[in-house]
């Protein structure tokens, strides 16, 4: 058993690698410029592009997106190895673009840095001039970063050349480096190099790149900075962790509680009046979707105008901390009492079906006829050789159902206002804080790993036939 679980292990760290790498592939291509996702609030300042310069470049850093994604490279030889040092995202697929149309990336870094300095010169003549001309001169050099087709270029760089010339008071300050990146655009076409686009290149860039540092940091348990609120995104799950944990335990102790006895009996008494009362109503119950039913229990269990306020509404209830425990006690359990039925009644009709079924076909094998034949009393019969080797499609179910108790149950968790990782989960997707997100996809296929690993366990304690070691002949 030991050597089993060992290589069960070893497999799971490939198994892991794989589910690591997607995770962080999906974040690299999530929509959104992370560092702009962070500084939400605090937007570029026009007014002075070398501090926004400035201020974006310390917020990469911070978030370590100023190193290369990964430890090698495969692209074509036109690419440098150095591209991961423009760090404005859109900047970066512009000139990725850019080099895929023309294959030189002398020119096209020329052709960039000009642009660069092109705004610092916008922002001295933006100093005594804010006339139209100017704004539209402003604007067209600014959608030069994001234009990468031939037409779009010559045009924006046409129009500013044109509004130059048209105003005398901009002719001396933005007429010559306005001509001067027209011709480094020129240069980028004079000096194509499509060839480099077929010629394969390996870029190596070692262990200090993103995709390192940031499983790293997992493996430690630090899951990185939440691009929403700046907190480490360990303590927001921790916080959402603990009701999680609590309300989904509850409901499946009560589910797996109720579901095996229900299920037990529905065998043993199969076609009597209580096997097909409760298989109609565990039918009926497993039908029913658990957002419709929180919804109608909202509506009609915590409002007094249906006369059935019967329990408190949505939250976890308004008491300090500072409130004696008891009182806190039952202020929150009032509140779970509905998510707890909901999270519940579904598990509690899929369960009792899978433990009837498994009992059925353990009730019909020979060795249960022979107990009954040596005079076992009925109880020892059901309960110590019936049920044990029912048990494996009840295994089987808790190694999918292990993962949900840390994962939650976005629809119950939003409609109750359960602070839980469902909540969590929901609000981080439609905020793109990109690092909660995948941090619980990541912890989430942990636990299923940990959930199948704890299933084999319990076969072989359900039933001794179960042998993971090899025959030996």
């Avoid at 916008?122 to 994001?146: D, H, P």
């Avoid at 190596?204 to 995104?233: A, K």
């Avoid at 096997?275 to 269990?301: A, C, E, K, N, Q």
Wanted: some cysteine.
């Amino acid at each position: 058993m030991v050597q089993y679980l060992i290589k069960r292990i070893l497999i799971f760290i490939p198994t892991l690698l794989v589910i690591s790498l997607l995770a962080f592939g999906l974040s690299k291509i999530a929509p959104g410029d992370p560092v702009e996702m962070k500084l939400r609030g605090f937007g570029p300042d026009q007014q002075n592009p070398a501090n926004a310069e400035r201020v974006y470049r310390e917020t990469a850093d911070f978030l370590g997106l100023d190193k290369p994604v990964f430890y090698i490279g495969l692209s074509p030889a036109a690419y440098p190895d150095t591209l991961y040092n423009i760090l404005r995202r859109d900047h970066r697929e512009n000139l990725s673009k850019l080099v895929a149309q023309y294959g030189a990336w002398p020119p096209i870094s020329d052709y960039y840095h000009r642009l660069l300095r092109m705004n610092y010169v916008l922002q001295e003549v933006g100093r005594q001039e804010q006339g139209n001309a100017f704004r539209s001169i402003r604007s067209a050099l600014q959608q030069l970063f994001l234009a990468h087709a031939d037409s779009r270029i010559t045009s924006l760089l046409e129009e500013a050349e044109t509004l130059a010339l048209q105003d005398s008071s901009l002719q001396a300050a933005l007429l010559p480096p306005i001509r001067e990146l027209k011709s480094s655009y020129q240069a980028i076409k004079d000096q194509a190099r499509p060839g480099l686009l077929y010629l394969p290149d390996i870029k190596w860039y070692g262990l200090d790149n993103q995709y390192h540092n940031w499983l790293m940091g997992f493996l430690q348990l630090d899951f990185g900075i939440s691009y929403y609120d700046s907190r480490p995104v360990a303590d927001k799950m921790k916080d959402a962790l603990f009701w999680t944990i609590l309300i989904n335990g509850m409901a499946i102790l009560v589910a797996y509680l109720l579901s095996i006895p229900l299920g037990v009996f529905s065998a043993v008494w199969k076609d009597s009046f209580f096997d097909r009362s409760t298989t109609l109503t565990l039918f009926i119950l497993y039908s029913l979707p658990s957002f419709w039913i929180g919804t109608m229990l909202l509506v009609f269990f915590t409002t007094p105008e249906y006369g059935m306020d019967w329990f408190p509404s949505i939250g976890l209830g308004n008491l300090p901390p500072e409130a004696p425990f008891w009182s806190r006690f039952w202020e929150r359990a009032s509140h779970m009492g509905l998510p707890v039925f909901c999270l519940a009644y579904g598990a509690l009709a899929f369960i009792s079906r899978q433990m009837r079924g498994g009992m059925l076909n353990v009730i019909g094998q020979d060795y249960i006829r022979t107990a009954w034949a040596k005079g076992l009393s009925g109880r020892a019969v059901i309960w110590r050789h019936a049920f044990r080797n029912a048990l494996f499609p009840i295994i089987t179910l808790f190694a999918n159902i292990f993962p949900a108790v840390f994962a939650g149950s976005v629809a119950i968790e939003v409609i109750f206002n359960i602070p839980g990782m469902g909540k969590l989960t929901i609000d981080a997707i439609l905020q793109r804080d990109w690092p909660v997100v995948y941090t619980v996809l990541m912890l989430s296929a942990i636990l299923t790993m940990a959930g199948i690993l704890i299933a084999d366990v319990l076969y072989a304690w359900a039933d001794p036939r179960v042998s993971y070691s090899r025959n030996k002949s």
